[in-house]
């Protein structure tokens, strides 16, 4: 009965024993492990670590080319906007022809040319419009100390506005300022009319004002160090050039590399984050270095030399081909009809709405990248203080909670996390409007976590879990297209008309209440979704 009962059970196939372990090895090596991930946390830590030498300086030293804020904004909208439709285009040829490596090294390529490109960029000429001697007074507004260059004959009429060349910052809180019974006074010889004429031709200039070295013995002098020519047309033009291709393939290189990320990760999405943090960390050491660099290098010069920055840079760029080389950068392949898919996908009212808030979040993120170390730089932040911002951006505030993102997003859901980040940025802007010593900003940045740390994961993870299979690239270039092109675009250029025309402060304050009534609606949106009433 025994042997009866034995030949009586179902015998396995021969060979099962031999595909279930196979299968199982197959699960096994596939699995991500910390030495599989090592080449892409390597890739994210070089393309970050070169960008932030540049790009949180790149709209200062616009300035010191003589590019005013509004013509910035013009300039890094069209530069943003470009990127809404390079990013899926490049990213679909990359998907169609499974081409990842060649297009991410082309990428890199064109970044150290642009990169040296925008570093060679010489000096605007000197503004020789006015034959008339110019003065130079130290004067006092608002309890800082002003040096400004004039024009004596301009100035000799009544309330003339335009007589004044430049206006820079000397002392925030001045010794000498501080206390005295006028909004202004006159340290040195100044050809007035009345204290109101004073007081507007100050204020006109005080809203663009760079921190310099001032030295009053120059002061009531004639002088031959005239300003420069703002928006002259050749730094316009070099700068506007060599930015559209920076930016473009910096913005190529990010959304290919987050989609290789989560295409290599595959279910086990959650741990973006801890990959992403790679590229924060990098960001938040070299923005540190470059700054101190630069600090180091224009110590003899009131012109801060953004050289060291540049070429740090390309090392950084160089580098990162070598790791690409080994990157092993898996796709699924592509549908024939992968643009009809993601049109389908963009259709549906919960997809449509996802985008709106993206969009919303890049506008006023915008605003602040564009013009934060603008803002600091007005206050009398030097180029030391302005790359500490950025590392406690990144140490404080990206990497906890990009670490954390996984449990983050499971606890509060992706479109919370949007809610989050709107909260958080609009807390941050009004810190900054109320801010009176740059200093104070190092504790501010800790909101960068909240705002976009968690924010950027929560993005990606949606962007993967709503792509069709062998799109992820097209999608991940829609989304981030979405945030750093379409956004950041219309941001920097509303950012662009506050700053020139009311001052950092009050822009940052309109956009603090911009950012909590998107809050809002992004609140209102989470719960829609929740509840099954938007699909």
Known sequence: MLAFKRLSEPMEPLGVEETKSTESQHVEDTKP???????????????????????????????????TADVIGYITAFLWCSTVITRPILGGLADHFQKFKLVLVSMLMISISTDLGLSF??????????????????????????????????????????????????????????GSNSSYFVQFGYLEDSSICVENRIAKCVKDAVKIGCNSTNANSTTDDT??????????????????????CQTTVESITDAACGNTLGEEMELFGRQRMFGTIGWGIFSLVAGSLNHLFSKSSNVVNYAPGFYMSVIFYSLDVF?????????????????????SLLLKPKIL??????????????????????????????????????SVQSFLGEVPFLFFSGWIIRKMGHLNVFTMSFVAHGLRFFAYSFLGNPWWSLAVEVLQGPSFGSFYAALTSYAKLVAPKGAEATVQGISLAALEGL????GSLIGGYWVH???????????????????????????????????
Not at 148 to 165: N, P, V
Request: with cysteine.
């Open 33 to 67: 492990t910390f030495r599989k991930l090592l080449p892409i946390k390597a890739h994210y830590l070089m393309i970050f670590g070169g960008s932030s030498a540049i790009y949180p300086y790149i709209y200062i030293y616009a300035k010191q080319l003589g590019i």
């Open 121 to 178: 960029i010489p000096q605007p000429p000197q503004d020789t419009t006015s034959n008339s001697t110019t003065n130079t007074s130290v004067v006092c507004f608002q309890n800082n100390s002003y040096q400004t260059q004039y024009d004596t004959d301009a100035c000799s009429s009544r309330c003339a506005l335009k007589c004044i060349f430049s206006c820079s910052l000397c002392e925030k809180y001045d010794d000498a300022c501080v």
């Open 227 to 248: 300003p420069v020519m703002q928006n002259a047309p050749l730094q316009v033009g070099l700068f506007t050039t060599f930015a559209i291709f920076f930016f473009i």
């Open 323 to 343: 790791v690409l080389l080994k990157l092993n950068l898996k796709f699924p392949k592509s549908p024939s009809n992968i643009f009809k898919d993601v049109g």
């Open 353 to 390: 709405l996802f985008i709106l808030q993206v969009v919303a979040i890049g506008l006023i993120r915008g605003v602040f990248n564009t013009y934060v170390l603008w803002y600091l730089e007005s206050l009398g932040a030097n180029p030391l203080l302005l790359g500490s911002v950025t």
């Open 487 to 490: 956004g950041t675009g219309v």
């Open 501 to 535: 025309n009311y001052g950092g402060r009050s822009a940052f304050f309109y956009t603090g209440i911009m950012s909590i009534v998107f809050g809002m609606f992004s609140c209102v949106i989470s719960g829609l979704t929740s509840c099954k009433v938007i699909k």
